[in-house]
């Protein structure tokens, strides 16, 4: 088949072209990036301008017919023009700034006045991951509302928990979801904090001095930092940083990485448990009536998306190494050796966690639980769990612990060299009940027996957790609760 269209000549990362949402897509966008640069232009153009409509202006030789103008051409970009202006200053920004002056005659003067090449740089970096977390933030408070309400939904359902992934105590279905819900609440703090603890570089000048400014207002201090606060505030930050060399502190990125990171290894363990429970048949990812498991074997339901989310948050984790190293290498005020590896990792971290919640929120609303394979395989493991409490019965009636102990013994080593030796079912019980010793007991085998009486306080530890924990942490969220996946395979 012939291909159309000069996108598949080459590569295209499929963390876009397949997986991730538009928005997220749209954030570390061409568009995104240089409409927010002429922003960032605007708003030093409007601080810095002669105070005629904006009392607050400063003074300089910047007038509101300059600004308007740029605030007319702030979306139409000549994206062709600046590719070829690149191609001659070998410099992003320079580029920017004449292809802006182009269509900006009367403002062209003053456009990036006072300003260096990380006033736009590393100023739109700081809003792209503030605007980042805020779109993972409310898909993150529905992936856990989703598992809040199958917690809830499956609180006092039996099931084998495993230690080694060997069968142990019985938990239920919901206490193993609010393992999960633990370390998404986690995240979903972490998150939080690291996107209010984003601040705005401002404008600091070529080595963080402000020595640019400083000579534009004659030596006025005052002026140099309202002019800080003012660009600031229009950018939406509440703060800005105090000091700063050529750029923001690499640490920032550092720390806005690890918790995407931590995210990760969240979500490759919850996704991996799923998979081992879909081995057991005791719990499944949902299923597509023509979906196909295998080109080769019809009859197969593969966890494709728990496997997806697995795949990408290994790269996400992986991510985390980028930042680290960065910040290493960064001598003095700055080198530039940081740049081309941050266009990759930046979005690619962010794209990447968009899309594991975005699939992990498809796979908690429609996850199937099917009791009678937990049933059965509680039945397999529980006659030998119960032991303890088929001894302790027999004491209350006047057996001796010890010889009762014994006996258990014998039998649960007999059962289990049926189970083990020959492949058939674990029939401690039929040896209990055949056995006249037990005869004080059998009549109450079966309440000794109820899966029920083994969970301890997982069903009120469910409870406490999401009503103390989790619920009140989705409240900020409650109006984007709604948004349901429909995941595009």
């Known amino acids: 088949m012939e291909e159309s269209g000069e996108e598949f000549n080459k590569y295209r990362s499929p963390l876009v072209s397949r997986?991730?949402?538009?928005?997220?897509?749209?954030?570390?966008?061409?568009?995104?990036?240089?409409?927010?640069?002429?922003?960032?232009?605007?708003?030093?153009?409007?601080?810095?301008?002669?105070?005629?409509?904006?009392?607050?202006?400063?003074?300089?030789?910047?007038?509101?017919?300059?600004?308007?103008?740029?605030?007319?051409?702030?979306?139409?970009?000549?994206f062709a023009m600046a590719a070829e202006e690149e191609r001659k200053l070998r410099h992003d920004v320079m580029a920017?700034?004449?292809?802006?002056?182009?269509?900006?005659?009367l403002a062209a003067s003053i456009i990036h006045l006072g300003a260096t090449s990380c006033y736009v740089g590393d100023n739109t970096d700081l809003i792209m991951l503030r605007d980042g977390f805020d779109i993972l933030l409310p898909k993150l408070a529905r992936v856990i509302d989703r598992l809040a309400?199958?917690?809830?939904?499956?609180?006092?359902?039996?099931?084998?928990?495993?230690?080694h992934y060997q069968p142990a105590q019985l938990t239920t279905v919901g206490k193993r979801a609010c393992l999960w819900l633990q370390d998404l609440v986690m995240d979903m703090r972490n998150l939080q904090r690291a996107r209010d603890d984003l601040r705005f570089r401002g404008v600091k000048g070529t080595t963080g001095t402000q020595a640019s400014f400083?000579?534009?207002?004659?030596?006025?201090?005052?002026?140099?930092?309202?002019?800080?606060?003012?660009?600031?505030?229009?950018?939406?930050?509440?703060?800005?940083y105090l000091v700063t060399g050529q750029t923001y502190s690499r640490k920032v990125d550092i720390d806005s990485l690890s918790h995407l990171a931590s995210m990760g290894a969240t979500i490759h363990k919850i996704c991996t448990d799923i998979r081992l429970l879909a081995n057991l048949k005791e719990i499944e990812e949902p299923f597509e009536k023509e979906q196909i498991g295998s080109s080769a074997m019809p009859y197969k339901r593969n966890p494709m998306r728990c496997e997806r989310c697995c795949s990408l948050a290994r790269h996400l984790i992986a991510l985390l190494a980028d930042p680290l190293q960065t910040a290493s290498v960064q001598w003095?005020?700055?080198t530039l050796d940081d740049s081309a590896n941050r266009r990759i990792s930046l979005p690619e971290s962010f794209l990447t966690a968009d899309i594991i919640l975005s699939t992990l929120q498809n796979v908690a609303e429609g996850l199937v639980v099917y009791p009678k394979v937990i049933e059965r395989h509680i039945r397999q493991e529980l006659p030998f769990m119960a032991t303890e409490n088929i001894i302790m019965s027999m004491v209350k009636t006047g057996g001796n612990r010890q010889d009762c102990h014994e006996k258990i013994r014998v039998l649960s080593q007999q059962a289990a060299a049926v189970v083990k030796q020959e492949g058939g079912d674990n029939d401690l019980l039929s040896r209990v009940q055949a056995d006249s010793y037990f005869a004080p007991i059998l009549g109450h085998l079966d309440n000794i027996l109820d899966p029920k009486t083994f969970v301890g306080r997982a069903p009120q530890q469910v409870a406490r957790f999401l009503s103390e924990e989790v619920r009140p942490l989705l409240e900020p969220y409650k109006a984007k609760m709604d948004v349901k996946i429909e995941l595009e395979l």
Not at 41 to 54: C, G, R, S, T, V
Not at 149 to 163: S, V
Not at 220 to 234: A, I, N, P, Y
């Open 149 to 163: 309400n199958f917690a809830e939904k499956y609180a006092d359902l039996p099931t084998l928990g495993f230690t």
């Open 214 to 240: 400083l000579q534009l207002f004659q030596g006025d201090h005052e002026k140099v930092e309202e002019l800080d606060r003012m660009v600031t505030e229009m950018a939406g930050f509440k703060k800005a």
């Open 96 to 105: 920017h700034v004449h292809t802006f002056a182009h269509c900006c005659p």
């Open 19 to 78: 997986y991730a949402s538009k928005e997220m897509a749209y954030n570390f966008s061409d568009r995104k990036k240089f409409t927010t640069w002429r922003k960032l232009w605007i708003y030093l153009a409007k601080a810095e301008k002669i105070p005629e409509k904006w009392a607050r202006a400063l003074g300089l030789p910047v007038t509101e017919a300059q600004v308007a103008e740029m605030e007319s051409h702030a979306e139409d970009i000549d």
């Open 332 to 334: 003095l005020e700055r």
